[in-house]
């Protein structure tokens, strides 16, 4: 299966020049799964169905801000059970701007799979919202599992760095509010010695808005859920993507991640099951 997240800069910049660049660039990809952030959805647009074509199934947040800007999913099956929140974990999360949004999608198959769209608040100085939106997202999908042995991965812009609390708690390297998890980093796992900056000033989409002394930084990532010995999917390749102009024009002020992953053997996967991590 291939799974992509991008956060698509809303209909900023030169929309119609990106959006043939989304829409080529997706048309090519043909991922399988897609966590998006900042999409648009009006009375009259939607700008999810507009790049990715009627072979999707879409879910999206229910409620954005005025602009219509909010995060979605997108399946090619479509899925089971579905939740989402948008938790106001402190005084300082205002719902009235993009400030988080967190959506699991329960995908049938063979070996059903949730997929999840991680979008914690955006601020700089908001790692405390990131950490208690990050157990607040995790404890939703261990809510959904039940207790069953399904694959999990995780997408979005986390808007942190891999060295942060939040992201270090989806990586098990730390517990959080009393919690811990275990995911494997994506990149990480394909591509340990390259930091993959996924916001970075390499794309002049980037100092053009807002961030005019941004440094570069990965906060997009893709992340699959550990149990027993390792992860329960085999990572075959993750690559950024919409990470150069076409025809100078560049999709987004984000570049995103695609992975290719494949499920492992049954004899395999019952023997990470068996054991304790």
Request: charged share 25%; hydrophobic share 40%.
């Given at each position: 299966?291939r799974?992509a997240?991008?956060n ?5 910049g030169?929309?119609?020049r990106?959006r ?7 048309r090519?990809?043909?991922p399988d ?9 009006t009375d ?8 990715l ?17 909010r ?9 089971g059970e ?22 699991a ?5 063979p ?30 999908i ?18 942190a760095?891999?060295d942060?609390a ?5 990586s ?5 509010e ?6 494997r ?13 996924t916001?970075?000033p ?25 149990r027993?010995?390792g992860?329960?999917?085999r ?6 993507i ?5 025809a100078?024009?560049?999709a ?9 992953l ?7 996967r019952?023997?990470r ?5």
């Amino acid at each position: 299966m291939r799974i992509a997240t991008l956060n698509l800069w809303a209909r900023h910049g030169d929309w119609q020049r990106r959006r043939e660049v989304l829409k080529a660039g997706f048309r090519e990809l043909r991922p399988d799964l897609v966590a998006l952030q900042e999409s648009v959805v009006t009375d009259g647009y939607d700008q999810v169905a507009d790049l990715l074509g009627p072979a999707y199934h879409v879910v999206h947040q229910e409620t954005g801000e005025a602009d219509g800007t909010r995060a979605s999913m997108a399946s090619r099956l479509p899925p089971g059970e579905v939740r989402q929140e948008r938790p106001a974990v402190t005084e300082r999360v205002d719902l009235s701007e993009f400030a988080g949004w967190a959506c699991a999608a329960e995908i049938p198959g063979p070996e059903p799979l949730l997929f999840v769209n991680h979008k914690p608040s955006f601020r700089l100085g908001h790692e405390r919202e990131r950490e208690l939106q990050a157990v607040r997202t995790a404890t939703l999908i261990e809510e959904m599992l039940g207790g069953r042995d399904l694959h999990v991965v995780v997408a979005g812009d986390f808007d942190a760095t891999p060295d942060s609390a939040g992201v270090r708690f989806w990586s098990g390297l730390q517990s959080l509010e009393g919690m811990s998890v275990a995911y494997r980093d994506l990149w990480d796992w394909a591509r340990p010695h390259d930091p993959g900056h996924t916001f970075t000033p390499v794309n002049p989409l980037v100092r053009a808005g807002n961030w005019p002394l941004e440094t570069g930084r990965r906060i997009d990532y893709l992340f699959v859920r550990c149990r027993g010995n390792g992860p329960t999917l085999r990572l075959r390749d993750c690559r950024r993507i919409f990470d150069e102009p076409v025809a100078g024009v560049w999709a987004s002020d984000h570049f995103g991640l695609v992975a290719d992953l494949e499920h492992v053997s049954g004899a395999a996967r019952a023997n990470r099951a068996g054991n304790v991590m």
